[in-house]
């Protein structure tokens, strides 16, 4: 069995992914193809790779590097199944474009990976490279599986399974934690281990539709007082998605900082009440960035000196969809498909993120029925944005890069039309400038 991840210079984060195959006896006699275009960043990974290998997977699996575009289809020549954890662009300059050039019109953001400006921006770079990929896959592994967690999860996943033909699925880290977070958050730890939940919606912004305890006992109710009771209270980090409990009834999967710029209730011009109140971290995406370069070069050194290299198994999907797909032991995952009807009140091509069954048979996503009316609005605030983005890119039409930032209800919310035509071209222009053109005219 062959496993390729691409972009394994995200050193980190391959930990974890490949550690967890390394703990599955039907995956660590793998061969783990690793694959960047970062040379330095591709040898850390791999002596961290090879040192957990020796540590506590009696040396079972094989570990090949492959730098560069040149090497690529040999990096993915006859996988079973390829990993994408790549960023376009990375912090600079990509990241800084994103944020500073909207700055110059007033749009603030706090993440911009998923939806508004920086949203749409990282999937027009983006996409282009994932296409490429695709080729490739369909030419020297037609047979495998993409497993995405590169965001924007739903325009790339969109994009991907609408305009390609490989068998992929989008991957986030949030829908298994949903239940367990507001749990805690609220105080009703002994109910962490003790209940079932229903997650439907779209990626970044799935709805926890049904919360029991395993006797069937609806949790709901007391989560929704306790949130009220929290959010009036005390200030604390999360409060605009305790603000959608309050105002729409349910939480959501995605932190408050990304939801805070999924819609126009919290950023407004001239509104520092609101960023007060809610408790918004503007600029927070390129804080982290600044932090995590910084905090690497610790880890790293660390890593290579052999420290750190024990793990115990993750949340993360990717081990656990090999794993049922090769044993066919079913597992089911929240995992990111074209809707095709399985939320019936949203758009038929959408990208969902949607209980699936996970078997030797592949990825079955499962039917949900109608979302509650209000979720469904929320969420089609986002396809819009989301489709056309996809539209642009499969097209190369600059216009429909206009209006998908104009229906971007953030967006929409801070700038005029024709100062979001003069945006769009600054950062198409800036973009390709910098060296990394988009998949747009």
Same mark, same amino acid.
């Given at each position: 069995?062959?496993?390729?991840?691409?972009?394994?210079?995200?050193?980190?984060?391959?930990?974890?992914?490949?550690?967890?195959?390394?703990?599955?006896?039907?995956?660590?006699?793998?061969?783990?193809?690793?694959?960047?275009?970062?040379?330095?960043?591709?040898?850390?990974?791999?002596?961290?790779?090879?040192?957990?290998?020796?540590?506590?997977?009696?040396?079972?699996?094989?570990?090949?590097?492959?730098?560069?575009?040149?090497?690529?289809?040999?990096?993915?020549?006859?996988?079973?199944?390829?990993?994408?954890?790549?960023?376009?662009?990375?912090?600079?300059?990509?990241?800084?474009?994103?944020?500073?050039?909207?700055?110059?019109?007033?749009?603030?953001?706090?993440?911009?990976?998923?939806?508004?400006?920086?949203?749409?921006?990282?999937?027009?770079?983006?996409?282009?490279?994932?296409?490429?990929?695709?080729?490739?896959?369909?030419?020297?592994?037609?047979?495998?599986?993409?497993?995405?967690?590169?965001?924007?999860?739903?325009?790339?996943?969109?994009?991907?399974?609408?305009?390609?033909?490989?068998?992929?699925?989008?991957?986030?880290?949030?829908?298994?934690?949903?239940?367990?977070?507001?749990?805690?958050?609220?105080?009703? &730890? !002994? +109910?962490?281990?003790?209940? %079932?939940? #229903? *997650?439907?919606?779209?990626?970044?912004?799935?709805?926890? $539709?049904?919360?029991?305890?395993?006797?069937?006992?609806?949790?709901?109710?007391?989560?929704?007082?306790?949130?009220?009771?929290?959010?009036?209270?005390?200030?604390?980090?999360?409060?605009?998605?305790?603000?959608?409990?309050?105002?729409?009834?349910?939480?959501?999967?995605?932190?408050?900082?990304?939801?805070?710029?999924?819609?126009?209730?919290?950023?407004?011009?001239?509104?520092?009440?609101?960023?007060?109140?809610?408790?918004?971290?503007? &600029? !927070? +995406?390129?804080?982290?960035? %600044?932090? #995590? *370069?910084?905090?690497?070069?610790?880890?790293?050194?660390? $890593?290579?000196?052999?420290?750190?290299?024990?793990?115990?198994?993750?949340?993360?999907?990717?081990?656990?969809?090999?794993?049922?797909?090769?044993?066919?032991?079913?597992?089911?995952?929240?995992?990111?498909?074209?809707?095709?009807?399985?939320?019936?009140?949203?758009?038929?091509?959408?990208?969902?993120?949607?209980?699936?069954?996970?078997?030797?048979?592949?990825?079955?996503?499962?039917?949900?029925?109608?979302?509650?009316?209000?979720?469904?609005?929320?969420?089609?605030?986002?396809?819009?944005? #989301?489709?056309?983005?996809?539209?642009?890119?499969?097209?190369?039409?600059?216009?429909?890069?206009?209006?998908?930032?104009?229906?971007?209800?953030?967006?929409?919310?801070?700038?005029?039309?024709?100062?979001?035509?003069?945006?769009?071209?600054?950062?198409?222009?800036?973009?390709?400038?910098?060296?990394?053109?988009?998949?747009?005219?």
């Amino acid at each position: 069995m062959k496993i390729t991840f691409m972009g394994a210079g995200s050193t980190a984060f391959l930990k974890n992914v490949l550690g967890d195959a390394m703990l599955c006896p039907s995956l660590q006699n793998a061969e783990f193809a690793l694959y960047d275009i970062d040379a330095q960043r591709l040898k850390d990974s791999q002596l961290v790779i090879e040192a957990m290998n020796h540590s506590f997977n009696e040396d079972r699996a094989k570990v090949v590097s492959y730098l560069g575009v040149e090497n690529r289809k040999n990096a993915l020549r006859g996988a079973d199944f390829v990993i994408c954890a790549i960023q376009v662009g990375g912090y600079e300059p990509c990241t800084v474009i994103d944020f500073e050039i909207p700055k110059k019109y007033g749009l603030r953001q706090t993440i911009g990976d998923t939806l508004g400006i920086g949203g749409i921006f990282r999937a027009l770079r983006t996409i282009p490279v994932l296409r490429d990929f695709a080729a490739d896959m369909e030419e020297v592994c037609p047979d495998a599986w993409l497993l995405n967690y590169t965001n924007p999860m739903a325009m790339l996943t969109g994009y991907l399974q609408r305009h390609t033909g490989i068998k992929m699925i989008g991957l986030c880290h949030s829908v298994q934690v949903c239940a367990t977070s507001i749990l805690h958050k609220v105080g009703m &730890d !002994e +109910y962490a281990d003790n209940h %079932i939940a #229903q *997650i439907a919606g779209i990626n970044h912004m799935a709805w926890l $539709l049904k919360l029991t305890d395993k006797q069937g006992n609806d949790l709901y109710p007391e989560v929704r007082r306790r949130a009220k009771e929290k959010g009036a209270t005390m200030k604390h980090k999360d409060m605009v998605r305790f603000d959608y409990i309050d105002k729409l009834g349910y939480f959501c999967t995605e932190s408050s900082e990304h939801n805070a710029e999924y819609n126009p209730f919290y950023i407004k011009p001239g509104r520092e009440d609101l960023i007060e109140k809610f408790n918004i971290p503007l &600029d !927070e +995406y390129p804080r982290r960035c %600044i932090n #995590q *370069i910084e905090a690497w070069v610790e880890r790293r050194e660390k $890593l290579l000196s052999g420290e750190g290299l024990e793990h115990e198994r993750s949340k993360e999907y990717a081990s656990r969809i090999m794993e049922a797909m090769v044993t066919n032991v079913p597992y089911t995952i929240g995992g990111n498909v074209i809707n095709n009807g399985l939320i019936s009140n949203l758009p038929k091509e959408a990208c969902v993120e949607v209980p699936c069954l996970v078997d030797a048979n592949g990825i079955t996503p499962c039917y949900v029925g109608e979302l509650p009316l209000q979720l469904a609005a929320m969420n089609s605030s986002n396809i819009y944005p #989301q489709l056309l983005t996809i539209e642009a890119a499969y097209t190369g039409k600059r216009e429909i890069v206009y209006q998908a930032a104009m229906m971007d209800p953030h967006t929409g919310a801070e700038l005029s039309t024709d100062e979001i035509v003069a945006l769009c071209d600054e950062l198409i222009d800036a973009h390709t400038a910098a060296g990394f053109p988009l998949a747009v005219n």
